[in-house]
């Protein structure tokens, strides 16, 4: 009931995807800690195969070099612009201190179901168990397409269908 980040980390290996995503266009904000680049560009690669865009923030050249007041403003703007808000649930992004920040803004501005965890494993843990009765949550079909899995439930829509 998670993705394994060695299997992000293979994902993330190819060519980076850089996206700048069009207004209207089918996107997800993703939640993560800057630390996790390379699981993040290996869910990018992920979510594309699988007919989804992944807005990173250090991928968007009109980003502050250097987190302020004007970061923030542009990540409420761009979570409420994004189709989904997704929350890449690794052991730095549950520590860090702006993804809470960024899923609290999420849960107050999103509905419900617009919102996404990926659980993750690390060989050492598991990240994420904390969201999983609260959103749903992104992991591997038993066909290997990526889907999106209700609380407690075994069967998810996949992410191309959403």
């Given amino acids: 009931m998670s993705i394994s980040e060695s299997t992000l980390r293979s994902a993330g290996s190819a060519a980076p995807i850089h996206l700048n995503a ?3 266009q089918r996107t997800a904000f993703l939640c993560h800690s800057h630390h996790d680049r390379t699981l993040a560009l290996g869910l990018q690669a992920l979510l594309k195969q699988n007919g989804m865009d992944l807005y990173i923030d250090w991928q968007d050249s009109t980003m ?5 007041g004007e970061t923030a403003q542009r990540l409420r703007t761009r979570i409420q612009q994004c189709s989904w808000f997704l929350f890449l649930a690794t052991h730095r992004s549950m520590t860090s201190r702006w993804c809470p920040w960024e899923l609290g803004h999420a849960d107050g501005t999103k509905a419900n179901e617009r ?3 990926v659980p993750t494993y690390d060989g050492s843990g598991s990240y994420g168990s904390e969201y999983i009765d609260l959103y749903r949550r992104v992991d591997f079909a038993s066909d290997g397409r990526l889907a999106a899995f209700s609380p407690g439930q075994l069967n998810g829509r996949y992410i191309y269908s959403l």
Avoid at 64 to 68: F, I, N, R
């Fill in 22 to 24: 069009a207004s209207g």
């Fill in 64 to 68: 502050p070099d250097k987190p302020s």
């Fill in 115 to 117: 919102i996404l965890v």
